[in-house]
């Protein structure tokens, strides 16, 4: 196994993001967060909300599911 798949599996958000070629900066833009903030949530250090996981599905089409993993 790749050491990209082992972290994927422990950050599945942060994996979802470079495989779709999407940027912590873009992600931090659409929530209204720091780039610090968003790195917490995006490694699970913290959750997002509720708003701010439908602000990312609607526009990045991130799946909902990812966030829960």
């Known amino acids: ?3 990209n ?6 950050y599945p958000v ?3 993001l470079k495989e ?5 900066q873009t992600v931090a833009n659409i929530i209204g967060k720091t780039l ?3 790195n917490r949530k995006i490694r699970g250090k913290t959750d997002f909300s509720v708003a701010e996981i439908k602000l990312l599905h609607n526009k990045l089409a991130i799946p909902i599911e990812i966030f829960f993993k």
């Open 20 to 24: 779709n070629g999407i940027k912590q």
């Open 5 to 10: 798949k082992i972290k994927n599996a422990k």
């Open 36 to 38: 610090s903030t968003t």
């Open 14 to 16: 942060a994996g979802f």
């Open 1 to 3: 196994m790749n050491g």
